[in-house]
């Protein structure tokens, strides 16, 4: 991540001074990115000359003198507070004293980090996505303490080097990470529940709902590990809601190493030319109750997924109605606006249409009518809709 920021920030014509661990990782990191840029030369996407003054903005920032100018330092290191607020700590202190502090952390809380530091004032969330020169959107949190001015400059340089942003809320999993649980969530239980096997609940996703990728083929993508870390961090720190509880699919898998594409087999197997579903189903048949069934429907037609079998559709508001719901508490807890919640989620994982502007075509009774019919089930109250389908 840490080399996609240098790389976009030097793009967007900003001086760049990188540090790792050591000289040699930087110099590497460096030399990574020459060749994407070369790359892009060949691509003509970029002139040589273009590709020459991008790669005199970069340097290796562990010699020495480079960050006394620093106006904003990003940091990027391994996922843990202690490691993160001793080195930003460091490098803050050989930075301008007015220097943003801005933190890349996917999980922790940007407060923390700031008062770690010793400066929450200045401390700010910039979340990017991977890959980051490819990928537009940059979530801005800001911390309870945060400097407004600091947050407005953070988004206003993300801006300029061609970023889209959207403001939250300093709060677990943030935009993102958060209401995307359901996508993942739901379709295990779905799986598990015997409705529908990995391939089925994919295509219904594809073919009804527009999304790219079905659930489980995106989690082998993104790595069943990383995938579960995320599901734990964000349901532990949102205290272990039962909507948001990790699946034991997803603990079984990361005990067996089942990682996904990187480790050849996750949800489905990568051994032949094409996936092959791998995980069992034993499929069972449901009986919807009438209101539910015609709930079902109903959401189903509104959000643009008529035709299908029962079960097709049951599958896709299960899964679109958990997304929603979980855009709509975020709303209630004023983590973001609907907009920006919209943005984050078609920038940042590829959503067809944004939850809140997809609630609003279906229609916020309908949907409302749809998570009161699933709650009525035996689901530990897991589809208590939020207020907002209520104003
Ligand atoms: N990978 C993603 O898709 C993604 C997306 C958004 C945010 N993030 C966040 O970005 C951060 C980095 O993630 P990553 O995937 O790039 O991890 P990574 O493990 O690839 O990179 C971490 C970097 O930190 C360096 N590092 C470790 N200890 C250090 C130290 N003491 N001083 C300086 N550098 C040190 C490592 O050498 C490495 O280059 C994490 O906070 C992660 O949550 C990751």
Known sequence: MGAGIAQTAAQGGWEVALRDVDEATVDAAIA????????????????????????????????GG??????????????????????????????????????NTSSLSVAAIGEGVGAVERTVGMHFFNPVPLMKLVEIISGERTDPAVADRAAKIATTWGKTVVRVRDTPGFIVNRVARGFYLEAMRLLDEGVAGVDEIDAVMRSMGGFRMGPFELMDLIGIDVNYAVSVSVWDQLGKPARLEPHPIQRHLVENQRFGRKSGRGAYSYDMESPIPALPLDRKSFDLPHSTYEAVR??????????????????????????????????????????????????????????????????RRTCRHLLDALNEGPCAGRYVAARWFRE
């Open 32 to 63: 990574g990115i020459g060749k994407r840029l070369d790359r892009l030369v060949e691509k003509n996407k970029l002139t040589a000359d273009e590709r020459a003054a991008i790669g005199a903005r970069l340097r290796n920032g562990m010699r």
């Open 66 to 103: 480079e960050l006394a100018a620093c106006e904003l330092v990003i940091e990027a290191i391994v996922e843990d507070m202690t490691i993160k607020t001793r080195v930003m700590k460091e490098v803050a202190g050989q930075a301008r004293t007015d220097a943003i502090l801005a933190t």
């Open 298 to 363: 109903l959401f189903a037609d509104g959000a643009g997924a008529a035709g299908g079998s029962i079960t097709e559709q049951f599958v896709f508001a299960r899964i679109l109605g958990a997304i929603m719901n979980e855009a709509g508490l975020a709303i209630d807890e004023e983590v973001a606006s609907p907009a920006d919640i919209d943005t984050a989620m078609k920038l940042g994982v590829n959503y067809p249409h944004g939850p809140t502007e997809w609630a609003e075509r279906v229609g």
